[in-house]
């Protein structure tokens, strides 16, 4: 915290105050409405998000969605109409001129249109000789539909009607990606929300008065004029003014810094109450503001590399499976049974992607976002989820996340004969009359105790002093250092020694002079939020360090990792140097968690294993982590902990059984039995798999019985 010249505002008429650390900043007036946001295009659709990267690269969650619901609407009358179905189901579907040729037609459509991303996708994959779940899929597919149209021409006296299960793979593999996209999250978010941090115009002054252009024609060294909250357009130098400006979208601290001629102000940042005018120093790509940008677009793109677990498992299916057709189609055709090699190789290779494992990692994901979301957790990535269980060490900003980001009242002390109730009563009774965080923490301090105040009249704000106003006749000061120095006054050396322990662990320390007596002073903390000593100590017993980041001083990063019990502590960090202390952490070995509110956060948010928002903080914040905490909770973070490992059990559960039974299924398939009798059937095989399907589902529902909400977790 920083002395009084910090803590008021200048004049109680200009008293104007950003919203606390962790409100969504907006854009100024003129720039609302707008699309475009410093010549940068924003995109706020998620569906229609095309997503560059994996599985799923130029693929959008829109095209997954109405793909599947048209596949599930022609897939009804396939199943309907399909005799293998009907045999098993013993019903006699309808039969009319052409009604034979309803699942052919129908399941020529689900094929080439429903399996369009699984077909391309798989040739992908074959290319880049890095077979995964689309090749998979796109195999069983592929081989279903060519034997399903042998047998509808009637070529061979082949009986391998996969026209049913066709349809119902396609479907339920669309729904899967679909549920599975969902949960992705989008990097083009992050750096468009802080595109929109620009305003669109600026107010260039020149020889003959104003001018509004473009940001993008601004050039260093032009002169401009910033208005009351109106933001920056550009980097550059207070040449004229002064002003209070809100930077909390930049640094994540929540009071107003003071900004006259010669102080460097940053490209996004909002002059709070006066006018400036402002010398361009960087423009564009060279502001501050498009560096944190750049950062976030490399520690997202370099995180995203990493390959899904469903994935692993359907890689190793598709060797397990060709290589097991290949092996069943020369024992049959060396046993001298050619028809029989094919129909045992086609059930094999159709059965080998089951319905199951296309659900397995999906149902899980979409059951624990649901769960989640009801603690307060938004799970944006699924990797963020799946991660979580692996972390090693949570590294929590400071200001904001484990504090609360506004003064408080910490300690009074008073000089020799006078009473710490009177002082503090007399400090809220000059102060009442402001709005300022530090006025209202010392007013909320003196009702907490319910100590009567005196009427003050005349308020006067000091600017970069303090304040003064009249009691009872005797004129009143309150402000810091700077204050007393004016005033020509020396605190009482007893007082004085209390107030050197309070600076010492960085609080600011406010005096409260009568004439030209200094009666007493009051300690200013950042004030630790009560949940978060709870959130340190349950993570620190489930195995997880617990770091903190933060830009205040050394004393203060101390005092309040000593009154947490964190295990390591980053003071005096500079805003754009967050990532490297993650990059430090995971140089160590050690995987990060990030919990953070501002933009100053986001390249770290992003960098990290995962990346957890304040989800009051800016929106850059919340776009740039793979999960935002819907409120200011941080024991909410181990409600993410718990559910990463409870999740990551059931997906390894239903993986299990997923691959499990094609491992059982395969070789019955195959006719590794036949000897004894025992062929597992291609009818038989596409039951089986679909009961895969129930078993996979109903043990993910088991994830509904986890206790997730913050204040329930220990």
């Not at 249109?113 to 994959?125: A, R, S, V, W």
């Not at 549920?179 to 003959?208: F, K, N, V």
């Not at 423009?283 to 976030?296: F, N």
């Amino acid at each position: 915290m920083q002395d009084h010249q910090d803590m008021h505002h200048q004049g109680s008429s200009q008293d104007h105050h950003q919203p606390p650390s962790g409100t969504l900043t907006q854009p100024p007036a003129h720039g609302q409405g707008h699309t475009q946001h410093g010549g940068h295009s924003t995109h706020g659709d998620d569906d229609h998000t095309i997503h560059t990267h994996g599985q799923h690269a130029g693929h959008s969650t829109a095209m997954f969605k109405n793909r599947f619901w048209l596949t599930l609407a022609l897939a009804v009358p396939v199943v309907y109409f399909s005799p293998m179905m009907a045999h098993l189901l013993g019903y006699m579907p309808p039969e009319f001129p052409g009604s034979a040729w309803i699942p052919p037609v129908l399941g020529t459509v689900i094929f080439l249109y429903g399996g369009q991303p699984f077909l391309k996708g798989g040739l992908q994959e074959l290319k880049d000789r890095t077979p995964g779940m689309m090749l998979l899929i796109g195999m069983a597919i592929t081989v279903a539909f060519v034997a399903s149209w042998v047998t509808s021409l009637g070529i061979g006296g082949f009986d391998l009607d996969f026209w049913w299960e066709l349809a119902l793979l396609v479907a339920i593999m669309l729904l899967g990606h679909w549920i599975e996209m969902r949960a992705l999250g989008s990097a083009q978010g992050a750096l468009d929300a802080l595109a929109a941090l620009l305003p669109d115009e600026a107010e260039r002054i020149t020889d003959i008065g104003t001018e509004t252009v473009p940001v993008s024609q601004l050039s260093p060294g032009d002169l401009v004029l910033v208005r009351p909250g109106a933001r920056m357009p550009a980097d550059g130098s207070v040449v004229d003014g002064q002003a209070e400006f809100d930077e909390s979208m930049i640094t994540g601290e929540s009071k107003t810094v003071a900004r006259g001629a010669g102080d460097a102000v940053v490209a996004g940042t909002v002059a709070t109450d006066s006018s400036v005018r402002v010398r361009v120093t960087a423009v564009g790509d060279q502001t501050a503001l498009a560096g944190i940008q750049r950062l976030v677009e490399e520690a997202q793109a370099s995180s995203s590399r990493a390959q899904a677990l469903a994935d692993r498992a359907a890689a190793f299916l598709f060797y397990f499976a060709a290589g097991a057709g290949v092996l069943t189609f020369i024992a049959w055709t060396l046993m001298g049974s050619v028809p029989d090699a094919v129909t045992r190789t086609v059930t094999v290779l159709v059965i080998a992607c089951p319905h199951a494992l296309g659900l397995a990692i999906p149902l899980v994901i979409a059951i624990s976002t649901e769960q989640a979301a009801r603690a307060g957790v938004l799970i944006k990535n699924r990797m963020a989820l799946e991660r979580m269980r692996t972390i090693d060490v949570v590294l929590f900003d400071k200001t904001g996340t484990l504090t609360t980001g506004e003064p408080e009242l910490k300690d009074v002390a008073v000089a020799e004969g006078a009473d710490a109730d009177a002082v503090l009563a007399l400090a809220a009774a000059v102060e009442s009359d402001s709005e300022h965080p530090a006025a209202r923490a010392i007013v909320r301090a003196a009702k907490a105790r319910n100590l009567p105040l005196p009427a003050a009249t005349g308020f006067t704000a000091l600017t970069g002093r303090g304040v003064r106003a009249g009691v009872d006749g005797r004129t009143v000061h309150v402000g810091g250092p700077a204050l007393l120095r004016e005033l020509g006054v020396v605190e009482p050396a007893a007082l004085a020694r209390s107030t050197r322990v309070w600076m010492d662990r960085g609080a600011a320390v406010l005096h409260v002079v009568d004439g030209g007596s200094v009666l007493g002073a009051v300690s200013m903390e950042d004030a630790v939020r009560p949940e978060s000593r709870q959130a340190v100590s349950a993570l620190q017993r489930r195995g997880v360090k617990v770091a903190m980041v933060t830009g205040d001083a050394h004393q203060v990063a101390q005092a309040v990792a000593a009154d947490l019990g964190i295990d390591e502590v980053f003071a005096e960090v500079l805003p754009a140097d967050k990532d490297k202390k993650v990059a430090e952490l995971q140089g160590r070995g050690l995987k990060v968690a990030v919990v953070g509110d501002g933009v100053n956060d986001s390249p770290a948010l992003a960098r990290a294993e995962v990346g957890i928002a304040i989800g009051a903080g800016t929106d850059v914040a919340v776009e740039s982590a793979g999960v935002v905490l819907a409120g200011n909770d941080p024991r909410a973070v181990l409600s993410m902990v718990d559910l990463s490992r409870a999740s990551y059990r059931k997906m390894w559960q239903n993986l299990v059984w997923a691959t499990g039974y094609n491992i059982l299924s395969v070789p019955l398939a195959a006719g590794v039995l036949a000897f004894a009798g025992v062929i597992l059937s291609p009818a038989a095989g596409a039951v089986l798999m679909s009961a895969s399907t129930i078993v996979v589902a109903l043990n993910a529902q088991l994830l509904r019985r986890l206790k997730l909400n913050p204040s329930e977790v220990r």
